[in-house]
């Protein structure tokens, strides 16, 4: 079925605690400001709407009220995006890759200032990080293609409207292997970062039909254990909103959706990073870069081309890694 060990990556997450804890305080954060923003937003849109000569205008304008709040949030974070990848996320890779490895990280607050540092060592930016993820992420989309998608899999005739459903589960389970290929980053202790990713994503998409594999196992894990999630959050959700000016039951559904998320962000997506980066790691071993890889995905991926010119430019040319040709 998958190649990793399920136990291995709880007990991962397990000696992380710290990161796990730290997760929840960000994310739940994102979920009360979303709770409070929404519910000021209405309060705000309610009182305004008496002064209207509509009948329904107190419902209207809390409505809308609550959609500017919502968006308002929403817009926050995706301003803060660039420090939740550096600060929460690449930390907690950092603390998971040592023990992945076998080598001890301290525990308690102090395991993360240990990965912060580890972190700056090898990006001393926030935004040097995200746009190697960004870049990272672009050359990802196209590895799908390469394979033949769902049909290197499934080669079966006929079953054209089920191969593209498929194929698009296919691309919405490589959602974590940017943070796969920084975990690489941080592994070999990589004095050039550009450079390594660009070899993380060779060797990925070189590996590419066990590497889709479990990370399809993967998001079927994670799509069933969030929709429960989604489903057990409907009650509490509606029970904030109960106390909210007038009748804005269907934003039940969205702050259920909201507390999914951030259960996922804060439990389910560290247990899928550590299960991938346990795959990726045994199956590249002893590996080098394809050179026909990185030609095909040279062609196919501006994002990978933007990726290999940064790489270039920051190494001179006699320190350039070309790529093993296929054999």
Do not use: C
Not at 50 to 68: E, Q, R
Not at 102 to 128: L, M, S, W
Not at 240 to 269: D, H, S, T
């Amino acid at each position: 079925m998958w190649d990793f060990q399920v136990g291995k990556s709880l007990s991962i997450m397990l000696r992380t605690w710290p990161f796990i804890v730290f997760r929840m305080i960000v994310y739940f954060g994102i979920t009360l400001a979303y709770i409070m923003a929404t519910g000021t937003g209405a309060s705000v849109g309610y009182g305004v709407g008496h002064i209207s000569t509509d009948p329904d205008g107190p419902l209207s304008f809390a409505l809308w009220g609550g959609v500017v709040g919502f968006g308002v949030v929403s817009l926050a974070v995706y301003w803060i995006r660039e420090y939740i990848l550096y600060i929460v996320k690449a930390g907690h890779i950092a603390a998971m890759v040592h023990l992945i490895d076998g080598r001890d990280v301290p525990g308690g607050q102090n395991q993360i200032a240990y990965a912060r540092n580890v972190v700056k060592e090898r990006f001393a930016e926030a935004n040097t990080l995200f746009v190697l993820d960004q870049l990272v992420k672009g050359a990802i989309r196209a590895i799908t293609s390469l394979l033949g998608g769902v049909a290197a899999f499934l080669p079966i005739p006929g079953l054209g409207g089920l191969v593209s459903f498929i194929n698009t589960v296919i691309r919405l389970s490589l959602t974590y292997v940017d943070e796969i290929i920084l975990g690489y980053n941080i592994r070999i202790n990589s004095a050039s970062p550009f450079e390594t990713a660009r070899q993380g994503v060779v060797l990925y998409a070189q590996n590419g039909k066990t590497m889709v594999k479990n990370a399809i196992w993967l998001a079927v894990i994670m799509w069933g254990v969030s929709f429960v999630i989604f489903l057990a959050m409907l009650a509490p959700a509606g029970a904030v909103l109960y106390f909210m000016p007038g009748q804005l039951g269907g934003w039940a559904f969205v702050l259920a959706i909201v507390f999914a998320w951030a259960f996922k962000a804060a439990f389910i997506e560290p247990f899928a990073v550590a299960s991938l980066m346990q795959v990726y790691f045994k199956t590249i071993e002893d590996q080098v870069p394809d050179a026909d890889w990185d030609r095909r995905l040279t062609e196919a991926s501006s994002k990978f081309r933007q990726l290999r010119d940064k790489a270039l430019a920051s190494l001179d040319g006699s320190r350039w890694s070309q790529p093993t040709p296929a054999a």
